[in-house]
């Protein structure tokens, strides 16, 4: 970023309107609109349900932030930056904006009570913890897991990718919602007998062979191997110490224990990303993002050694935890 510190500081105070010009371009449909080639806002606000002048100007701002090019002759194409936001694209973020526009957004209004008071803004901002208000708008609900669907799969190619799972024969995913990672542990391992366990609601109808429970009970027992992907995360230190005892109360001396989480770095302009993914937690929930030495100290706690951290090329870690 150039230009002065004033320059920079004004730039990053209109953050704000970066978030929604996106939000925007994604829930009018401008990227895919645009997929065939340059358009004028004339040409587009007929199909989009849009005015002219305010659609103009929204263009313009996207062209101001690269995502969109000016032609020169009051058209606007896609950069590739713009291409991320189509339907079905390699490696699409539409998604992932329309959580941050549409989810995420309204709720940072409730961050300064939350330094003050210790709320969680998304609650304070909407009423209801963030899963029942998700649930509670079933178009609201889909959106949020296609964001995580998309998210799940670029991680677990890159979980395999960094960790070899090719030796175990047993498998169990504690919270592994719809088994994007179980799939691509059980393409390394095709002999493994695997488990998706999570809530029973959310394991019905699964193609894979699957348990439903909850993880603060019990996990089943006895496999080589233990997965618990983007799960510590979403709950405070007791109730994360919870489901690790579980999970050591399940395995057996030789058992291996695999966290996948952002791992926070020890200074924060060493990773950025895993910095705002733990702001995302203390907008949206109880949990946090922790260090490699925070996990450490949690599994000790739990009856567990850490030992491996596996960086990914998808900002996960993969932490690889055993019997103490």
């Known amino acids: 970023m150039s230009g002065s510190a004033a320059d920079r500081l004004a730039r990053q105070a209109d953050g704000y309107l970066v978030t929604q010009l996106l939000h925007t371009a994604v829930v009018l449909g401008v990227p895919d609109a645009l997929a065939g080639g340059p358009r ?49 694209v390699p490696g699409s973020l539409r ?3 329309a959580t941050r526009g549409g989810l995420y957004f309204g709720a940072a209004a409730g961050l300064p009570a939350a330094v003050r008071d210790g709320s969680t803004p998304y609650e304070t901002v909407h009423g209801l913890p963030f899963f029942a208000h998700l649930s509670a708008d079933p ?3 889909a959106t949020f897991q296609a964001a995580m669907a998309d998210r799940s799969a670029r991680e677990a190619g890159a979980v395999v990718a960094a960790y070899d799972a090719g030796g175990f024969s047993s498998v169990v995913d504690v919270g592994g919602g719809r088994g994007t990672l179980l799939r691509a542990v059980r393409e390394r391992a095709p002999g493994a007998d695997v488990v998706l ?16 429970g909850d993880f603060f009970t019990a996990v089943p027992a006895g496999a080589d191997a233990y997965l618990l992907s983007r799960v510590l995360h979403d709950w405070d230190d007791g109730d994360a110490l919870r489901v690790l005892r579980t999970c050591r109360a399940a395995m057996r001396p030789d058992s291996v224990l695999l966290v996948v989480e952002a791992v926070l770095p020890e200074r924060a302009a060493d990773d950025a990303a895993a910095v705002r993914m ?15 030495t925070e996990y450490a100290a949690l599994c000790a706690a ?21 019997p103490a």
């Open 302 to 322: 739990a009856g567990l050694r850490l030992t491996r951290d596996v960086p990914t090329d998808a900002g996960v870690h993969v932490l690889e935890a055993r």
């Open 278 to 292: 733990d702001l995302h937690m203390l907008l949206l929930l109880h949990g946090c993002e922790r260090t490699a």
């Open 40 to 88: 004028d806002a004339v040409d587009l606000a007929g199909e989009l349900g849009a005015r002219p002048g305010p659609l103009h100007r929204v263009l313009r701002g996207l062209a101001a932030e690269e995502v969109l090019a000016e032609t020169g002759d009051g058209r606007f194409a896609l950069t590739d930056t713009g291409r991320l936001l189509c339907a079905g």
């Open 197 to 212: 366990f999570d809530l029973p609601e959310v394991v019905a109808g699964s193609d894979l062979p699957a348990a439903g």
């Open 139 to 141: 178009a609201r609900l």
């Open 95 to 97: 998604d992932w904006v």
